[in-house]
C-alpha cells in the first residue's frame, strides 16, 4: 500500500535513525526509501549520517530518475531502490544497509546459512547473494534484479544488504535478522561449527509460514 508524503517523511526518519542505532550503517552509509505511488518514491539523501536526517532532507524522485522534491542530491544508489520498485509491484519500502557481521561472510567467501534457526528460515528463506558490482553505478542493481524477483532479501557482495518489504518496519525487521543469523552463525562458529537442521525439518519450517501469516518472497533451501 503506497504512502502519504508526510508520513513516508515521519516513517523514513525513524527507521533511518534505528537502522544506525542498531549499527546496521555507519557514516553516510545505507539508504532508505518508500514509494509514494506507481511513478514516485522518497528517498534519503547523499553525503548525509542516517542519525542526522531530517524530513526536509528527504527527495522525492520519479521513475526516470528525476528528483521532483528536495533540494540536494538524492542518494548515489536510488537506482537500486527504482530497480526494486520496478520489478517488484508488491513492494512499498526499501532499505539498503551495511550490515557488517552479514557482510563479513561475503568477503570471506563463507555462506551465511540463513537456514540453521527457526525464525531465519521462517521470515527470511534462503538469502541469495549478488556478485559484487561497482557501488553507485548501473552495475549494481543490474547485479541484483534477478534475485530481488526471488527474494525480499538480497545480499550484495562485499558491499551490503537490501531488504525490502510492505512497510519499513517490515523491511527492518528482516535486515536486523540477517545481521542477527550472521552473529550467531559466527558464534556456533567459535564453539566448534553449526548443525545444520535437517531438509525435513526445514520443509517443515517452511510450511508454517502460512500459519505465522509470512508472506514475504523467500528462496526456499532447495534452490541454489
Ligand atoms: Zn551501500
Redesign the pocket.
Known amino acids: 500500500m503506497a504512502c502519504t508524503d508526510s508520513s513516508a517523511r515521519r516513517e523514513i526518519v525513524h527507521y533511518s535513525r534505528k537502522v544506525h542505532a542498531s549499527g546496521l550503517v555507519c557514516a553516510t552509509?545505507?539508504?532508505l526509501s518508500l514509494r509514494l505511488d506507481d511513478s514516485r518514491f522518497m528517498i534519503t539523501p547523499s553525503g548525509v549520517r542516517k542519525e542526522d536526517i531530517s524530513e526536509e532532507m528527504l527527495l522525492v524522485m520519479n521513475m526516470e530518475g528525476d528528483v521532483l522534491e528536495g533540494e540536494g542530491r538524492p542518494s548515489t544508489?536510488y537506482k537500486l531502490h527504482r530497480e526494486v520498485y520496478r520489478r517488484r509491484p508488491d513492494i512499498t519500502a526499501v532499505i539498503?544497509a551495511?550490515p557488517p557481521k552479514a557482510v563479513a561472510f561475503t568477503i570471506a567467501g563463507r555462506r551465511l546459512d540463513t537456514g540453521l534457526l527457526p525464525e531465519c528460515v521462517v521470515t527470511l528463506g534462503n538469502v541469495p547473494v549478488a556478485p559484487y558490482a561497482l557501488?553507485g553505478t548501473e552495475a549494481l542493481p543490474r547485479s541484483m534484479t534477478e534475485l530481488i524477483c526471488l527474494s525480499d532479501v538480497v545480499l550484495?557482495a562485499r558491499?551490503?544488504s537490501v531488504t525490502a518489504g510492505t512497510s519499513l518496519g517490515e523491511a527492518f525487521k528482516k535486515l536486523e535478522k540477517l545481521e542477527q543469523c550472521a552473529q550467531i552463525q559466527l558464534y556456533a562458529e567459535a564453539l566448534g561449527g553449526p548443525k545444520p537442521f535437517s531438509s525435513r525439518e526445514i520443509a517443515d519450517l517452511e510450511g508454517l509460514r502460512g500459519h505465522y501469516g509470512v508472506n514475504s518472497r523467500t528462496m526456499s533451501f532447495g534452490e541454489a
Open positions: 552509509d545505507g539508504n544508489e539498503h551495511h557501488p550484495l558491499h551490503g
